[in-house]
T-cell receptor
Framework: AQSVTQLDSQVPVFEEAPVELRCNYS??????LFWYVQYPNQGLQLLLK??????LVESINGFEAEFNKSQTSFHLRKPSVHISDTAEYFC???????????FGQGTRLTINP | DTAVSQTPKYLVTQMGNDKSIKCEQN?????MYWYKQDSKKFLKIMFS???????INETVPNRFSPKSPDKAHLNLHINSLELGDSAVYFC????????????FGNGTRLTVT
């Protein structure tokens, strides 16, 4: 079975600073990887995904994540954060061909002015 | 237009009662899910239906009974509610393959007193 570990439960950063949210996964077979964002009192929204091809994937609001198979990681990064990025971020993994999406524990990103 | 809608948004009830949460999606997706998010924000899959057929049933107490009258609807009925059932319940849908992202509703916050 697959599993996901988000190494930081909370990450506080200052506005316009860079940020990295770490995600490691465990699976004996090939997987698809996702990052979702949850703003307060809302459901989750897809931020970006890795299915195949280029290991660097980007979102429309400046986030990017890199799939590293040897380190079984899919860390999320942004070079300069905004107050509006304050949210809970979830890394998730699904085994290719399966439908059970497993989430990490979430990382709360707090942006300080 | 709301893609995945859940009702009610808030549900406060006493132990021992029976309650239902409704979910509808207008995305034409074949697969629908119920996830439970606990007070620590941890998300755990409960059930998944593909075209009205149950395909994932995690170790959920049998007091929880999902029902899918058609592929656009997946309702969750909970019997004999317990304090530990208090959580936010999210409905989601997807195109069905593992690489298809999930579209989430805004959640139903269930409080059992």
């Amino acid at each position: 079975a697959q599993s996901v570990t988000q190494l930081d439960s909370q990450v506080p950063v200052f506005e316009e600073a860079p940020v990295e949210l770490r995600c490691n996964y465990s699976s004996s077979v090939s997987v698809y990887l996702f990052w979702y964002v949850q703003y307060p009192n809302q459901g989750l929204q897809l931020l970006l995904k890795y299915l195949s091809g280029s290991t660097l994937v980007e979102s429309i609001n400046g986030f990017e994540a890199e799939f590293n198979k040897s380190q079984t990681s899919f860390h999320l990064r942004k070079p300069s954060v905004h107050i509006s990025d304050t949210a809970e971020y979830f890394c998730a993994v699904v085994i290719q061909g399966a439908q059970k999406l497993v989430f990490g524990q979430g990382t709360r990103l707090t942006i300080n002015p | 237009d709301t893609a995945v809608s859940q009702t009610p948004k808030y549900l406060v009830t006493q132990m021992g009662n029976d309650k239902s949460i409704k979910c509808e999606q207008n995305l034409g997706h074949d697969t629908m899910y119920w996830y439970k998010q606990d007070s620590k924000k941890f998300l755990k899959i409960m059930f998944s239906y593909n075209n009205k057929e149950l395909i994932i049933n995690e170790t959920v107490p049998n007091r929880f009974s999902p029902k899918s009258p058609d592929k656009a609807h997946l309702n969750l009925h909970i019997n004999s509610l317990e304090l530990g059932d208090s959580a936010v319940y999210f409905c989601a849908s997807s195109g069905g393959t593992g690489g298809s992202p999930l579209h989430f509703g805004n959640g139903t916050r269930l409080t059992v007193t």
